[in-house]
């Protein structure tokens, strides 16, 4: 079985500070581990993904994730925050050996101050 | 655009009807999904079809039902609308496979509001 925890579920910081947005995963096999963003009233957009290749991804819009098997996170960083960032973010795990399932963490809402 | 496309967006209705959501994409993909997104933003599978085959049936009340026509669609209908199915429904696609590698593309969901 597989399982998400996002740490936060709220998250504010200013404008040109860092991001880091927390995420821990359980799995039975090696996962592929995903960072998705909603912008209000909009669809998912998948940012990054990691799949057993580098642990350390990039994504899109600046940010990047670093996958810890020893710790079994996958947080999720971004050097400096913009305006435009401010959205719903999930992590979410996928198993190879139920490839048709992803499963969603519940979501950190990221609040931008000017 | 290559995407996945949802009708309608927004969806208001009474209590008791009968409505459906469609989706299609023109990825080429062969595995498609149905996502429901509770109030709290919580996401969490319904079903899913693979080449117009159910393969996953999550705990889902029976007056939800899938269809598929092709592996480029899958519509859904929901029968006797309750108060409680207000949420936002996202379809997804993936091809067959690939979602351990490279996810799923999703729509831009439909906000289902029961009055």
């Known amino acids: 079985a597989q399982s998400v925890t996002q740490l936060d579920s709220h998250v504010s910081v200013s404008e040109g500070t860092p991001v880091l947005l927390r995420c821990n995963y359980s799995?039975?096999?090696?996962?592929?581990l995903f960072w998705y963003v909603q912008h209000p009233n909009k669809g998912l957009q998948l940012l990054l993904k990691?799949?057993?290749?580098?642990?350390l991804v990039k994504g899109i819009n600046g940010f990047e994730a670093e996958f810890k098997k020893s710790e079994t996170s996958f947080h999720l960083t971004k050097p400096s925050a913009h305006m435009s960032d401010a959205a719903e973010y999930f992590c979410?795990?996928?198993?190879?050996?139920?490839?048709?399932?992803?499963?969603f963490g519940a979501g950190t809402t990221v609040t931008v101050r000017a | 655009d290559t995407a996945v496309s949802q009708t309608p967006k927004y969806l208001v209705t009474q209590m008791g009807n009968d409505k459906s959501i469609k989706c299609e994409q023109n990825?080429?993909?062969?595995?498609m999904y149905w996502y429901k997104q509770d109030s709290k933003k919580f996401l969490k599978i319904m079903f899913s079809?693979?080449?117009?085959?159910?393969?996953i049936n999550e705990t889902v009340p029976n007056r939800f039902s899938p269809k598929s026509p092709d592996k480029a669609h899958l519509n859904l209908h929901i029968n006797s609308l309750e108060l409680g199915d207000s949420a936002v429904y996202f379809c997804?696609?993936?091809?067959?496979?690939?979602?351990?590698?490279?996810?799923?593309?999703f729509g831009s969901g439909t906000r289902l509001t029961v009055v």
């Open positions: 979410v795990v996928s198993e190879g050996a139920d490839d048709y399932k992803l499963s």
């Open positions: 990825l080429g993909h062969d595995t």
């Open positions: 079809y693979n080449n117009k085959e159910l393969i």
């Open positions: 990691y799949t057993s290749a580098a642990t």
């Open positions: 799995s039975s096999y090696s996962p592929s």
């Open positions: 997804a696609s993936s091809r067959l496979g690939q979602s351990f590698n490279y996810g799923y593309t």
